[in-house]
């Protein structure tokens, strides 16, 4: 995934910090889930509060939970096409997508629940692969 909006492994308070800063409701960005493995968080400020959406992944596309009780299951082909939906007005989130906040780390790339530094790590690195 190489979309700039894109954050990783940003902590729910970090994300809070970037998309509260400047005041400016509809600043979103995603992020991976801390608290379910492989599943994306979208974020958006609203009113100095903010909103998560989770996304999780399926075979044939990516959807949003919905936050309210008994609202239909949204699938998308893309991450890219997700975003633009809701960029519109009245799509179903407390307010439309408005301003991205853009990563300034390396490129980072979502597979299920295993992030890759692209540009960052290298084989001298101080990490190891983990298996489960």
């Given at each position: 995934?190489?979309?700039?909006?894109?954050?990783?492994?940003?902590t729910?308070?970090?994300?809070?910090?970037?998309?509260?800063?400047?005041?400016?409701?509809?600043?979103?960005?995603?992020?991976d889930?801390?608290?379910?493995?492989?599943?994306?968080?979208?974020?958006?400020?609203?009113?100095?509060?903010?909103?998560t959406?989770?996304?999780?992944?399926?075979?044939?596309?990516?959807?949003?939970?919905?936050?309210?009780?008994?609202s239909?299951?949204?699938v998308?082909?893309?991450?890219?096409?997700?975003?633009?939906?809701?960029?519109?007005?009245?799509?179903?989130?407390v307010?439309?997508?408005?301003?991205?906040?853009?990563?300034?780390?390396?490129?980072?790339?979502?597979?299920?629940?295993?992030?890759?530094?692209?540009?960052?790590m290298?084989?001298?690195?101080?990490y190891?692969?983990?298996?489960?």
């Open positions: 995934m190489d979309l700039p909006y894109y954050h990783g492994r940003l729910k308070q970090d994300c809070e910090t970037l998309l509260l800063k400047e005041g400016v409701d509809g600043n979103f960005l995603l992020r889930s801390e608290s379910i493995p492989g599943v994306l968080c979208l974020c958006v400020s609203f009113k100095n509060i903010v909103y959406y989770r996304i999780f992944r399926e075979k044939h596309g990516y959807y949003r939970i919905q936050t309210a009780e008994g239909p299951k949204q998308f082909p893309s991450l890219k096409e997700l975003i633009s939906k809701f960029e519109k007005p009245n799509q179903g989130m307010v439309h997508l408005l301003k991205p906040i853009k990563r300034t780390s390396p490129s980072l790339r979502w597979r299920g629940s295993k992030l890759e530094l692209e540009t960052f290298n084989s001298n690195s101080d190891v692969d983990v298996l489960p």
